[in-house]
């Protein structure tokens, strides 16, 4: 068995505003922007529980994230901790959503959301996708990324996934949907072949 690890970006968190120069490249921390991995989907959990409690996005079982985390991408700060997430949710060979977009309330407007859905595009680029959509209450957010406004009803793999909620009783929040069609010009880089360590064998 090999894991591989598609990318891994670091860049600083946003310096408070009055900090000198010297003070906040001193200051900032470094955040990590990498592919998720089986111990990440405790706290990617813990994330899009917050949202979902809110309202602001479907929820999601440990089981289920665990399943899918090789699609999803986080931000860790220093100490490693998950701050950020997103997912690349597949419907095709050729379409996908971008969806469970969180950030940690403590990090948010430092850049950390957009820095993961911009991972998601990388991940989804990696993979041949052509197009990408997503959900979003806000207009802001998924505009500042390029992507242009559109209706749901060109995604009808969506609206028959929302259907099949609505009908199990999952109350479904209306919002705005945005598209982006992925540029052929980019080239993904390699993914790199990494070994697993030898399990160690028990006595018995």
């Avoid at 990590?32 to 529980?49: F, H, S």
């Avoid at 977009?101 to 957009?114: E, F, I, L, M, Q």
């Avoid at 979003?136 to 242009?148: E, H, I, N, P, V």
Wanted: net charge positive; aromatic share 8%.
């Amino acid at each position: 068995m090999f894991r591989y690890t598609f990318f891994v970006h670091n860049f600083p968190t946003a310096a408070k505003p009055g900090l000198s120069r010297k003070r906040a490249e001193a200051s900032a921390s470094q955040t990590t922007v990498r592919r998720a991995a089986r111990p990440d989907a405790g706290q990617i959990l813990k994330l899009v529980t917050e949202y979902a409690g809110q309202g602001l996005m479907l929820s999601r079982t440990f089981d289920e994230i665990a399943a899918r985390i090789d699609s999803y991408v986080v931000a860790t700060d220093d100490a490693g901790r998950v701050i950020a997430c997103a997912a690349l949710e597949e419907y095709s060979p050729s379409l996908a959503e971008v969806s469970s977009v969180a950030v940690a309330a403590s990090h948010h407007g430092k850049g950390v959301g957009s820095q993961v859905v911009l991972g998601v595009e990388r991940l989804a680029r990696a993979r041949d996708i052509e197009e990408l959509f997503a959900m979003s209450l806000t207009d802001r957010f998924f505009l500042s990324l390029a992507y242009q406004p559109t209706t749901i009803s060109r995604y009808p793999e969506k609206l028959a996934r929302y259907d099949s909620l609505t009908k199990s009783g999952v109350e479904i929040v209306p919002k705005h949907c945005f598209q982006k069609v992925l540029g052929k010009s980019w080239s993904a880089p390699q993914l790199v072949e990494q070994k697993k360590p030898a399990r160690m064998k028990r006595a018995v």
